[in-house]
């Protein structure tokens, strides 16, 4: 097993993020549980990488959300557990070892359906996203009549979203292919590190799935690179809505045909399957 520089500079950046995180905790432990409860800006940049602050807040119960949409994490917990499942049928139907017989009877079997048609799940939470984003940005309009700029708003979430996006990356490309071994390790991994190696740069631009899409790094980061995609244009549709009613609607009208035509037309020029096939 060879070490490059790369790998011995995304494990020095690991560690750098593991001693942040140590530090942290053991701040938060002297100063708030040892009695030394002096409020300060300071204090509050350093607690908030602590791993008991972090995880009192992604196991807690309180609704902190003032739109009274908790309802949404229901939602979106359900849609993440069929999107798993769906997702080990798809690499159980695509893998090199399989019983042919034992899948045709699945297939055929209606009770299967809806999993084996989960991709359309995935549109989950791209509605999900889409609904809280325009109510977010509605309620911003009306609150500042329509002077708004969304320049902040994309650029925050470029940067709250590529860092661990990048850091995920950089697995790839240099840890993650040593990790494991296996007859079919290597022709996986390794390929899914030459492909980072080769087209990172889509991935951070969030282009990934348009350009170089035959040598995609991490194929599921297609998702991530469409709802980037569709947050940047989302606020066209919403302003034009919230402004000029009629024409935000017929706006939205022409985009849904548009966007129900474009793959029509492509499916039928290149003669495509209809649906998603699986391939071993």
Same mark, same amino acid.
């Given at each position: 097993?060879?070490?490059?520089? !790369?790998?011995?500079? &995304? #494990?020095? %950046?690991?560690?750098?993020?593991?001693?942040? *995180?140590? @530090?942290?905790? =053991?701040?938060?432990?002297?100063?708030?549980?040892?009695?030394?409860?002096?409020?300060?800006?300071?204090?509050?940049?350093?607690?908030?990488?602590?791993?008991?602050?972090?995880?009192?807040?992604?196991?807690?119960?309180?609704?902190?959300?003032?739109?009274?949409?908790?309802?949404?994490?229901?939602?979106?917990?359900?849609?993440?557990?069929?999107?798993?499942?769906?997702?080990?049928?798809?690499?159980?139907?695509?893998?090199?070892?399989?019983?042919?017989?034992?899948?045709?009877?699945?297939?055929?079997?209606?009770?299967?359906?809806?999993?084996?048609?989960?991709?359309? !799940?995935?549109?989950? &939470? #791209?509605? %999900?996203?889409?609904?809280?984003?325009?109510? *977010?940005? @509605?309620?911003? =309009?009306?609150?500042?009549?329509?002077?708004?700029?969304?320049?902040?708003?994309?650029?925050?979430?470029?940067?709250?979203?590529?860092?661990?996006?990048?850091?995920?990356?950089?697995?790839?490309?240099?840890?993650?292919?040593?990790?494991?071994?296996?007859?079919?390790?290597?022709?996986?991994?390794?390929?899914?590190?030459?492909?980072?190696?080769?087209?990172?740069?889509?991935?951070?631009?969030?282009?990934?799935?348009?350009?170089?899409?035959?040598?995609?790094?991490?194929?599921?980061?297609?998702?991530?690179?469409?709802?980037?995609?569709?947050?940047?244009?989302?606020?066209?549709?919403?302003?034009?809505?919230?402004?000029?009613?009629?024409?935000?609607?017929? *706006?939205?009208?022409?985009?849904?045909?548009?966007?129900?035509?474009?793959?029509?037309?492509?499916?039928?020029?290149?003669?495509?399957?209809?649906?998603?096939?699986?391939?071993?």
């Amino acid at each position: 097993m060879s070490i490059t520089n !790369l790998d011995v500079g &995304f #494990l020095s %950046l690991i560690l750098v993020f593991m001693a942040i *995180l140590f @530090l942290s905790t =053991l701040f938060e432990i002297v100063t708030v549980y040892m009695g030394k409860k002096k409020e300060s800006a300071i204090k509050d940049l350093i607690i908030s990488f602590s791993v008991i602050n972090n995880v009192k807040k992604i196991i807690s119960t309180k609704q902190n959300s003032s739109l009274g949409l908790e309802c949404v994490n229901g939602i979106k917990a359900l849609a993440m557990i069929f999107i798993l499942a769906g997702h080990a049928c798809l690499f159980i139907a695509s893998g090199p070892v399989m019983d042919a017989a034992a899948w045709d009877r699945l297939v055929r079997d209606p009770v299967n359906g809806f999993m084996l048609n989960n991709a359309l !799940l995935v549109d989950t &939470f #791209l509605l %999900l996203s889409a609904f809280l984003f325009s109510r *977010l940005l @509605l309620l911003e =309009l009306d609150k500042r009549r329509g002077r708004l700029n969304v320049i902040p708003i994309l650029v925050f979430r470029y940067i709250r979203v590529t860092p661990s996006y990048l850091v995920v990356m950089l697995f790839y490309m240099t840890w993650f292919p040593k990790m494991g071994e296996g007859p079919l390790w290597e022709d996986r991994l390794l390929l899914e590190q030459e492909r980072c190696m080769t087209s990172w740069w889509t991935n951070i631009l969030y282009i990934n799935n348009y350009v170089n899409t035959d040598k995609m790094c991490m194929f599921q980061s297609w998702y991530l690179s469409v709802d980037t995609q569709l947050f940047f244009v989302a606020p066209i549709f919403i302003y034009s809505v919230w402004r000029w009613r009629k024409f935000g609607f017929i *706006l939205m009208a022409f985009g849904i045909v548009v966007s129900l035509m474009i793959p029509a037309i492509i499916t039928y020029r290149d003669k495509l399957d209809p649906t998603l096939l699986f391939y071993a």
